[in-house]
């Protein structure tokens, strides 16, 4: 293996209001075609569609679109939902992710990777890793821990699972 291939990460790309972004594939546990399933919770932060039961497991589903200020999505026939996983502690936190479209698995080096600008990015600096460069363009590289504020999110589940208690047969 040769030391570019080493340090390629792999990144999920998806669109929200005509934008692209992308988060690890690491942290992308599946991808599921949107429904009308997704179950309002009355008092959730506005970014809070609503939960979703994904094989038993109570699921909140965050609108990005509402989260980087840009109106609700509409659900189209491409609307999916991604699931993602994000480690704090000991704790696994299962969440969804609305999107209007996923697109790729990308590659990228270091090199590729640019800090994100201090303007002119419809979404907050903080929640940006950095910026990939993809042929022509740019892909916006989310900062799930800071994007989620887990503090809302975590109030809406029924419980938080520790991560040495899962069994790979258990995982959601």
Known sequence: MDQAAATLTQYLTF?????????????????????????????????????LNLRGRVVPVIDLALKFGLGATIPSRRTCVIIVELRTGNDLLVMGLLADAVDQVIDLTPADIQAPPAFG????????????????????????????????????????????????????
């Open 15 to 51: 669109r929200v209001a005509e934008d692209d972004y992308a988060v690890g594939v690491l942290q992308v546990h599946e991808i599921i075609e949107y429904s009308d399933t997704i179950t309002r919770v009355p008092n959730a932060p506005p970014a809070v569609r609503g939960v």
């Open 121 to 172: 990015a419809r979404v907050r600096i903080e929640f940006l890793d950095g910026l990939g460069a993809v042929a022509d363009r740019f892909v916006m590289l989310l900062n799930l821990e800071h994007l989620l504020a887990l503090d809302e999110v975590t109030a809406l589940l029924p419980e938080r699972l520790p991560i040495a208690a899962l069994d790979p047969g258990q995982r959601p």
